[in-house]
Every structure is written in structure tokens, then in C-alpha cells.
């Protein structure tokens, strides 16, 4: 995080939940200081896997790792702490598993965002 503090323009954390989030930009933003640079100047672009599954996350996986609804309600909880760009990583077997799940997530999870 210091060297995002010193050079970066975006913070990318991956398996992280929203409070892990805003106990991590807290840190960030004193890192921003200490190198001369406004708190909150860093944008945060958070990476979370898409996996589509019967039942909620289990121990282990990411928020967004469920039914579709998990998946939504998890965003949303992104959204609520103020993430506003994510890296999607559509967990998948095969190319033809990671299409589906690309449709299946612009039908059922992007217009409820």
C-alpha cells in the first residue's frame, strides 16, 4: 500500500470484504499523507470473482460467489462503501462456462445495478 500511496492511481484489492475495504483505505489514506498527497486521491477498483452457484458463499469465497441474488447484494454492499469500478474474474471451466456466466450475469445481475 505504500507504493500505492508513493505511485499508484488506483488501489486493486481482490478478496476483500467491504469491511476489510474500509479498514484498508484508512491505512491507505494515511500512506497518501505521509507522501504528500490528499487522502481519498487514490480511486479504488476492487477485483471480485462471478461464480454462480444453488446456494450462498461458503467459508472462503468471495461475497460474490452465489445465487444471483448473493451476487447482487454483495455489489451493492461494494457500492455502500464507495466502490464504484470492479474487475470481474467469471470463475469458470471452460470458455464456453465463462460466456454463459458472462450472459447470465448481464441478464440477471447488471440490470438490478
Given at each position: 500500500?505504500?507504493?500505492?500511496?508513493r505511485h499508484g492511481d488506483v488501489w486493486h484489492p481482490m478478496k476483500i470484504?467491504?469491511?476489510q475495504i474500509v479498514e484498508s483505505r484508512g491505512?491507505?489514506?494515511?500512506?497518501?499523507?505521509?507522501?504528500?498527497?490528499s487522502?481519498?486521491?487514490?480511486?479504488?477498483?476492487?477485483k471480485v470473482?462471478?461464480?454462480f452457484?444453488?446456494?450462498p458463499?461458503?467459508?472462503?469465497?468471495?461475497?460474490?460467489?452465489g445465487r444471483p441474488q448473493?451476487?447482487?447484494?454483495?455489489?451493492?454492499?461494494?457500492?455502500?462503501i464507495g466502490i464504484g469500478e470492479l474487475c470481474l474474474d467469471i470463475r469458470s471451466d471452460s470458455a464456453s462456462e465463462a460466456l454463459d456466466s458472462m450472459d447470465r450475469f448481464a441478464a440477471e445481475g447488471r440490470p438490478k445495478l
Amino acid at each position: 500500500m505504500r507504493r500505492t500511496a508513493r505511485h499508484g492511481d488506483v488501489w486493486h484489492p481482490m478478496k476483500i470484504t467491504p469491511e476489510q475495504i474500509v479498514e484498508s483505505r484508512g491505512i491507505l489514506d494515511e500512506y497518501l499523507e505521509a507522501a504528500g498527497r490528499s487522502a481519498g486521491s487514490v480511486a479504488t477498483a476492487l477485483k471480485v470473482a462471478i461464480a454462480f452457484q444453488d446456494g450462498p458463499p461458503t467459508d472462503g469465497q468471495d461475497l460474490t460467489e452465489g445465487r444471483p441474488q448473493d451476487i447482487i447484494d454483495a455489489i451493492h454492499r461494494y457500492q455502500e462503501i464507495g466502490i464504484g469500478e470492479l474487475c470481474l474474474d467469471i470463475r469458470s471451466d471452460s470458455a464456453s462456462e465463462a460466456l454463459d456466466s458472462m450472459d447470465r450475469f448481464a441478464a440477471e445481475g447488471r440490470p438490478k445495478l
